[in-house]
C-alpha cells in the first residue's frame, strides 16, 4: 500500500465544474504539498500547507492532520487547468518528498 | 518564478556512454533533490543532499551518482547508460520545512 494515495486517478470535467481531489495519508509529516505536472514535464507548486485552508486565485487546499488527509478544490474549472495534480507529503529532517500517483485532469469544453 | 535549471532538457544518447545531468538553483538552498519518474508513474526519490559535501542515496536504488561541490550546484552522473535509464529525472531544492522548487526535468531516452 503506497503512504500517500490519491483519488481519483483520472478525472473529466467539463469547462466551469467544480473540482476535488482527495489525497490521503499514512505517516506522520510536517507539511504537505499540491504539484501541479503539465504534459512538458515541469512541476509547480501550487500549496504548501501543514493545517487548515489555503486559496490562490480558483485554487483551494485543505488539511486535516488528525484524519491524514486532504484535498485540492479548483472553481470554475477551465481547459488550461489540465494537467495532472500530484500530493505530496514533507516527511522526516531531510524534507523529504513522498507522492502520490497523481490526478490526470482534463477539462473540456 | 523559480529560480532552478536543469540541463539538458533532453537528451538521446547511446548504450554505454557517460553522462552528467546538471541541475543548479539560485536560492541558496541547501537541501536539493534528484527524482526519477517514469512515464505515467509517481515521482521517486533517488538522491538529496543537506548541502555541501552531502549527499544520500534516496528510497529508489539508482545506479547514478551525485556531488554536491557547491551549494548552488548539484550534478548526477551516470557512469555507463543502459536502456532502462531511460526516464524522466526531475532536480528540487527546498529549505527545511519550506516549499519545494522544480527544476523543468531532463527526459532521457538511452538507445
Known amino acids: 500500500k503506497n503512504e500517500v494515495e490519491q483519488s481519483p486517478q483520472n478525472l473529466t470535467a467539463q469547462e466551469g465544474e467544480f473540482i476535488t481531489i482527495n489525497c490521503s495519508y499514512s505517516v506522520g509529516i510536517s507539511a504537505l504539498h499540491w504539484l501541479q505536472q503539465h504534459p512538458g514535464g515541469g512541476i509547480v507548486s501550487l500549496f504548501m500547507l501543514s493545517s487548515g485552508k489555503k486559496k490562490h486565485g480558483r485554487l483551494i487546499a485543505t488539511i486535516n492532520i488528525q484524519e491524514k488527509h486532504s484535498s485540492l478544490h479548483i472553481t470554475a474549472s477551465h481547459p488550461r487547468d489540465s494537467a495532472v495534480y500530484i500530493c505530496?507529503?514533507?516527511?522526516?529532517?531531510?524534507?523529504?518528498?513522498?507522492f502520490g500517483t497523481g490526478t490526470r485532469l482534463q477539462v473540456t469544453l | 518564478e523559480a529560480d532552478i535549471y536543469q540541463t539538458p532538457r533532453y537528451l538521446v544518447i547511446g548504450t554505454g556512454k557517460k553522462i552528467t545531468l546538471e541541475c543548479s538553483q539560485t536560492m541558496g538552498h541547501d537541501k536539493m533533490y534528484w527524482y526519477q519518474q517514469d512515464p505515467g508513474m509517481e515521482l521517486h526519490l533517488i538522491h538529496y543532499s543537506y548541502g555541501v559535501n552531502s549527499t544520500e542515496k534516496g528510497d529508489l536504488s539508482s545506479e547514478s551518482t551525485v556531488s554536491r561541490i557547491r551549494t548552488e550546484h548539484f550534478p548526477l552522473t551516470l557512469e555507463s547508460a543502459r536502456p532502462s535509464h531511460t526516464s524522466q529525472y526531475l532536480c528540487?531544492?527546498?529549505?527545511?520545512?519550506?516549499?519545494?522548487?522544480f527544476g523543468q526535468g531532463t527526459r532521457l531516452t538511452v538507445v
Open positions: 505530496a507529503v514533507i516527511t522526516g529532517t531531510a524534507s523529504k518528498l513522498t
Open positions: 528540487a531544492s527546498s529549505e527545511f520545512n519550506t516549499e519545494a522548487f
